[in-house]
């Protein structure tokens, strides 16, 4: 069977390894779906969903907050800044920061100092767990 070796790394573990037919990633310019045979890539990866379909033909999703991805020879390799399934999403946890971060990024905060780019990136994280969890309104 034509299959990949995919292999997910974060800084606490290895989150994940296996024999898949497809990964789709949220690559920094947009969702790419890697098969059997693709070519050599190195890629950066935005917040977003992971799905990986295994040789069973069961598709797996996975919260993913950004990383690299590096194809070669039928190898997937996937550094990942964190790697969640529905399961071990906290929804509570997650909503408390959705609700952080537009707080942050709302006009009432304008007089603190507050890193932009690091509320919107909460924010995305927040809403990519609960999108995964079917908790998102």
Known sequence: ???LNVEVITPSSAAYQGSAKSITVPGS????????NHAPILSSLDVGTIKIEEDSGEVKTFAAGGGTIEVLSNKVL???????????????????????AK???SKEAEEEKVDYTR?????????????LTGNYK
């Open 1 to 3: 069977m034509k299959t």
């Open 29 to 36: 310019s947009g969702s790419f779906q890697v098969l059997f």
């Open 78 to 100: 996937v550094l990942a800044e964190s790697f969640e399934t529905p399961e071990q999403v906290d929804v509570r946890r997650a909503e408390e920061a959705l609700k952080r």
């Open 103 to 105: 707080k942050r990024l």
């Open 119 to 131: 509320a919107e990136t909460a924010l995305k994280r927040a809403i990519n767990r609960l999108k």
